[in-house]
């Protein structure tokens, strides 16, 4: 029972880094098409990617405890 819990942990620990990780790559792939590919700036496309990168600020300090 012991190995199980801490295999679930370690498990849950994985799936945060690679949805960390993740979202990087999709917070990255918006700010190299707006640099420079040119692609538009709107309202909703910021909101977006701020919505995005506070989701993975709060990952990342879930998966720290």
């Not at 819990?5 to 620990?13: A, E, F, G, V």
């Not at 040119?38 to 919505?51: C, M, N, Y």
């Amino acid at each position: 029972l012991h190995l199980s819990i801490r295999r679930q942990r370690q498990m849950c620990k994985e799936t945060a880094a690679y949805a960390i990780w993740t979202g990087i790559g999709a917070v990255g792939a918006f700010v190299v098409g707006a640099v420079f590919l040119g692609e538009p700036l709107t309202p909703l496309r910021i909101a977006g990617v701020a919505l995005v990168a506070s989701g993975l600020v709060v990952l990342k300090l879930a998966a720290s405890h």
